[in-house]
């Protein structure tokens, strides 16, 4: 499915879909295969009542991009958490990192970060947008933590169990 094919994907109705429970620690193994990497293993069962698709949308984004501005020879670890009713994703990764005004900026539909370290990497400025609107939808939030040639690490709060009425329209602007 498209970037933009997503993002009007989750401009959904409601009620909402159906959900499942969600073995969150299996949809890193399954991006991760599809990335041609290899994550940090999980050591604990994480359950989340979710839309499995999302899940795998915010993981695929999340590592695709971990991989895509990582270095060579780079690493990248995943770590999920449970804790009461929420739920953590974090990805994190040894590339090249941004700047605090950069990271303001990267929640936007079409937004890329353009310097002489990101000019040649593709990708059309959605990933991120998907990843925050996904967690809208879970009353739950994104948080970056990023130092220029260092790497970054974005971790998704999720709650255990998603919206049940629209999200009020202010939540869906980017943070």
Known sequence: MSDLAQVQALERTFPPPRFDACHVQQAPDQVAHALQTVLAAV???????????????????????????????????????????????????????????????????????????????????????IVAKIARLYRGEVVVDSEPGVGSKFSVV????????????????PA
């Not at 999720?158 to 602007?173: I, K, W, Y």
């Open 43 to 129: 050591d604990q069962p994480v359950t989340l009542q979710a839309d499995r698709n999302e899940m795998e949308m915010i993981l695929h984004n999340l590592l695709s991009n971990a991989v895509k501005y990582n270095r060579p020879a780079g690493q990248v670890h995943v770590t999920l958490d449970q804790n009461g009713s929420t739920v953590s994703i974090a990805v994190a990764d040894t590339g090249i990192g941004m700047a605090a005004d950069d990271t303001r900026k990267l929640f936007g539909e079409f937004v890329r970060i353009r310097n002489d370290a990101t000019r040649e990497i593709p990708g059309s400025g959605l990933g991120l947008s």
């Open 158 to 173: 999720l709650q255990n169990s998603p919206a049940t009425a629209p999200v009020a329209p202010a939540l869906r602007q």
